[in-house]
């Protein structure tokens, strides 16, 4: 039976959801079906993978039958839980060819979604995450009736998946693209309590993605027959389980060993592998660089995926170069006073330290603190209410923008065009285009390019991950294994980058409604709307980007509003639930409602962990002079803007 057939049968007492689950189906079949797999796949791998997606589906049958029946919950959540063993089994598998299920209709977290690729419609939680909440609380305002919809829903996207992944057949390389995506979605979000969040079976759970991926490697007879690397990753993945096994304990399981000692090796010998088998690369612009056998080197990530890959990329040093000048110049302002790095300072992580930086001459206030611009290439949507989605956008609005910078587009042209110097560094930053002319656009590209420069990935941190064990003292690997698992930071604020970008498709930037108060003391709620104003759907109110946690010893004040002074201020706000403190409730907050019974201890090392992500990358990185210009009073503006 078809989605659409199943939608149809349904009572009218689920017509709720039938037109956006109608629709979104539809859609993405469409989409699904735009994806070109080509290529003769071993048989075994192909037999082995659409076995489990029968037992899944069987387990599904079981499920349904149980609710039906009246049977005890006890049954209802054994064959959920044998449900989710099959499904992990296959999560490399369905993640990969069919993400958008995935994500809205199989596994997604279970809150209201909507996001650009899916339209104008606000999409209801479906999926595992969704009956966990039936099966595992207190949830008795909930109908049999509902039940048993939610769980054809999730059957039927499986079918389908099923269907998908028999028509596409994955090529040897694709099937290693999906084993290591999933490696990076282990330590990233598996073990960080992204999904599984009530039963917190999550490390035991992990034993059964690694038994998906072996059955994918070893079912493929190219790698039986010369993969020389097969026999070490067996035994990697056999002492992976062993680990996990012997350490089932959510809110104690050692994270950072686990990744260093287990996934890390592991990631690096699925690389060799790839290569012992020369496999090519796959003609799609994926975030990850599979051909890079570090998780957590700057050459692991694509930086072509995070931005459009325009035809004038054959001189980007020359733009950063350039682009570094005009950050720094005031010469782009209305009153030729303030820069980008009035507000952008180096020395603050190209940040600020006030609550909220001043508007153009000084008339007020902006709305909201000044974000870290810190691996500011990493990202897929700008602002805190993300209403752009390139880095030269949000330049252009920063420019624009009448409280904030001023500018006339053709008056910052001109300014430019008085001065030699900018005429030389244009003329060699877009050289061999038929326009090498001072313009808009190249302003725009070359700022953006100099913020591609801006990475931040040498932390204490990052040293230790990448091998150097002594870079991290015992409270800073607590605080780590603290914040990815009871404190559930990690569940938000995502590995490696420590952002809001998902991996590791990295397409989908989070938005959360934590419920900022006004003041760490205040009794309000934080008056700004957020999201809302940008996408007018209910469920983004009080809803802004997850912002990166890179370098936060130099980013205070913290939020959006720039209320909170201290990280010790933030620790005690998500500790005691966001503004689930107060009277006023917000209808999606995101965070738990109830207090994360953090130690004083644990909140220490929590904090000790966040010093260790700090590296003052690009600290000293103004120039030291501005290029000059023919009219005088313009040469005495300042470096980096006067206020």
């Known amino acids: 039976m078809g989605i659409q057939k199943l939608l149809s049968s349904l009572s009218s007492k689920n017509k709720r959801l039938l037109c956006i689950a109608g629709i979104h189906f539809i859609a993405i079949e469409g989409i699904l079906l735009s994806f070109s797999f080509i290529g003769i796949q071993p048989q075994n791998a192909n037999v082995i993978i659409d076995t489990h997606f029968g037992k899944l589906i069987e387990n599904i049958d079981s499920l349904e039958k149980s609710v039906v029946e009246n049977r005890p919950i006890a049954q209802k959540q054994f064959y959920y839980t044998l449900s989710r063993k099959n499904y992990k089994y296959l999560e490399t598998v369905i993640e990969y060819v069919s993400p958008f299920f995935a994500k809205y209709y199989i596994n997604g977290p279970p809150i209201r979604k909507h996001d650009i690729e899916s339209g104008n419609k606000v999409i209801e939680p479906h999926g595992f995450q969704l009956l966990e ?273 001023n500018s006339i587009p053709a008056e910052i042209v001109d300014k430019l065009r008085q001065s030699d110097e900018y005429k030389i560094l244009f003329k060699k930053a877009f050289k061999g285009k038929a326009d090498t002319a001072i313009t808009f656009y190249a302003v725009l590209k070359s700022i ?101 946690i890179r370098n936060v010893e130099s980013t205070f004040p913290y939020m959006h509003n720039g209320a909170y002074r201290t990280l010790e201020q933030v620790i005690e706000f998500y500790n005691k639930g966001g503004s689930s403190v107060i009277k006023q409730k917000i209808e999606h907050q995101t965070l738990p409602f109830d207090s994360l019974q953090l130690s004083v201890k644990e909140k220490q090392d929590i904090k000790y962990f966040l010093l260790s992500l700090s590296d003052n990358a690009h600290k000293n990185i103004a120039p030291k002079k501005l290029p000059k210009i023919k009219d005088p009073i313009l040469n005495e503006r300042k470096i980096g803007g006067e206020y």
């Open 133 to 405: 909440t039936f099966f595992f609380t207190d949830n008795s305002s909930l109908s049999k009736e509902e039940m048993i919809y939610e769980i054809r829903i999730l059957r039927e996207t499986i079918v389908q998946t099923r269907k998908k992944y028999k028509s596409v057949i994955p090529r040897t390389e694709q099937y290693f693209d999906m084993i290591q995506m999933e490696l990076v979605r282990i330590i990233s979000l598996n073990i960080n309590g992204y999904d599984c969040a009530i039963t917190k079976e999550n490390i035991q759970e992990t034993t059964f993605i690694f038994d998906g991926l072996l059955g994918v490697l070893e079912g493929i007879e190219e790698v039986r027959a010369k993969g020389r690397s097969l026999p070490k990753i067996k035994n990697l993945i056999t002492d992976s389980k062993k680990y996990l096994s012997l350490n089932k304990e959510y809110d104690t399981f050692n994270r950072l060993y686990f990744i260093t000692n287990y996934v890390k090796p592991l990631y690096s010998f699925v690389q060799k592998l790839r290569d012992e088998l020369q496999l090519s690369s796959t003609p799609v612009n994926y975030a990850i660089n599979f051909n890079e056998n570090n998780l957590f080197d700057e050459t692991f990530f694509n930086r072509y995926f995070f931005s459009i890959n325009i035809s004038d990329s054959t001189n980007i040093l020359a733009q950063a170069e350039l682009g570094k000048n005009l950050f720094f110049d005031p010469i782009l302002s209305g009153n030729n006073k303030r820069a980008c790095a009035s507000c952008h300072k180096p020395e603050f992580a190209f940040s600020d330290t006030i609550n909220k930086n001043f508007e153009y001459n000084r008339s007020g206030f902006v709305k909201r603190n000044t974000p870290a611009l810190l691996n500011v290439m990493y990202q897929k949507s700008f602002f805190y209410d993300g209403r752009s989605l390139q880095l030269e956008d949000q330049v252009s609005d920063v420019l624009h923008a009448k409280n904030e910078m």
């Open 448 to 548: 953006s390019e100099f913020e591609k420069t801006l990475v931040s990935l040498n932390s204490k941190f990052d040293k230790y991950i990448k091998g150097d064990k002594k870079a991290l003292n015992q409270n800073e690997i607590n605080g780590y294994n603290i914040f990815a698992g009871k404190a559930l930071c990690g569940s938000c604020h995502f590995l490696p980058l420590f952002n809001g970008l998902v991996p590791p498709i990295y397409n989908d930037n989070e938005f959360e409604v934590i419920g900022t108060l006004k003041d760490p003391n205040s009794n309000e709620l934080d008056p700004d709307s957020g999201r809302i104003l940008i996408t007018k759907k209910n469920i983004h109110a009080f809803s802004f980007k997850t912002p990166s």
